[in-house]
């Protein structure tokens, strides 16, 4: 029988993500497909798979990508799913757990998650100034002797002024990510 959940992980957060696809597979799920939003299971035995998430450089379909898919099906290890994000792809990975009772311990190119996550940091960064910009506005609306509707753009500037607030934890929390992998990335060196 087919599940489908919609759950939210941010960005940064693929590591909890990848967990909770693990932790789903314990209770008899597997992941037969994720979305950014929305994530489809299979239910099976439990603990019959283990999943690994990983960032590649380039599309999905570029010839290193589909060269490395090649080598990780000699290891029975298959793409389950993968999500294209600018210069970067988001690939879920599975395998048995027999054969891997350990986990999956596959390579994931650390410079792809700083790539992609810049990106989204470029788009939380307009996001940010958009949402700044549009709170502006609404209070100085708010402020015209004139405006009969000032309530309504004063409500307006406050839940513009919290997406931006949230705008902007998201892109602090982002660059925090980077940082951690940018040390990750020299311990490796």
């Known amino acids: 029988m087919r599940r489908v959940i919609h759950k939210l992980f941010w960005i940064w957060q693929l590591d909890k993500e990848e ?7 314990s209770h008899g799920y597997s992941l037969e497909h994720a979305g950014r939003f929305s994530f489809e ?5 439990p603990d019959k ?3 690994k998430t ?23 290890i298959n793409v ?6 600018p210069g970067t792809c988001c690939v879920y990975t599975r395998g048995l757990s027999e054969d891997h009772p350990e986990g999956l311990e596959i ?4 410079d792809s998650k700083i790539n992609c996550l ?4 470029g788009y939380m960064i307009f996001v940010s100034a958009f949402t700044l910009f549009a709170a502006v506005i609404n209070i100085l609306s708010a402020l015209t002797p004139a405006n009969m509707v000032w309530w309504l753009n004063l409500t307006c ?3 513009v002024s919290v997406l931006c607030t949230a705008s902007v934890i998201a892109t602090v929390r982002i660059y925090m990510k980077i940082g951690k992998l940018r040390k990750e990335r020299e311990i490796h060196e």
């Open 54 to 76: 990983l960032f590649l450089k380039g599309s999905y379909n570029s010839e290193e990508n589909v060269k490395y898919f090649r080598f990780l099906e000699e290891m029975r």
């Open 41 to 45: 299971f299979d239910e099976t035995e």
């Open 49 to 51: 798979y283990k999943y």
């Open 107 to 110: 390579y994931s190119d650390i």
């Open 118 to 121: 810049k990106v989204s940091a």
């Open 80 to 85: 389950v799913s993968h999500i294209e994000y």
């Open 19 to 25: 967990a909770w696809i693990n932790e789903m597979a």
């Open 157 to 159: 500037a406050v839940l």
